[in-house]
């Protein structure tokens, strides 16, 4: 049973660990990104039929994801970094 609860808190913590965050700030990034991804992703359907508008909010919502990430990412090596520097 102890290896069960062991093997199903890896499932929700192993991965936030591994990038050094924990299960709720990991969770709330990932619903933030999720959320801008069907916000964007429905404006590009509705582009889609009616090419008029939102006609950079797909491409927007992309690219302010992508220097989240690379922001998130810089963030977390310069943290490394320091770690081993001390």
């Known amino acids: 049973m102890r290896r069960l609860s062991a093997s199903l808190t890896a ?6 660990k591994a990038i050094g965050e924990s299960y709720l700030a990991h969770a709330r990034t990932a619903a933030g990104f999720g959320a801008a991804m069907i916000v964007g992703g429905a404006a ?4 889609a039929l009616i090419p008029a508008v939102f006609t950079t909010a797909g491409s927007d919502t992309v690219r302010r994801l992508h220097a ?3 922001r998130r990412a810089r ?5 490394d970094y320091f770690c081993y520097e001390i």
């Open 68 to 70: 989240q990430m690379d």
């Open 11 to 16: 499932v929700f913590t192993a991965h936030p």
């Open 44 to 47: 590009c359907m509705v582009h």
């Open 75 to 79: 963030q977390a090596r310069d943290a």
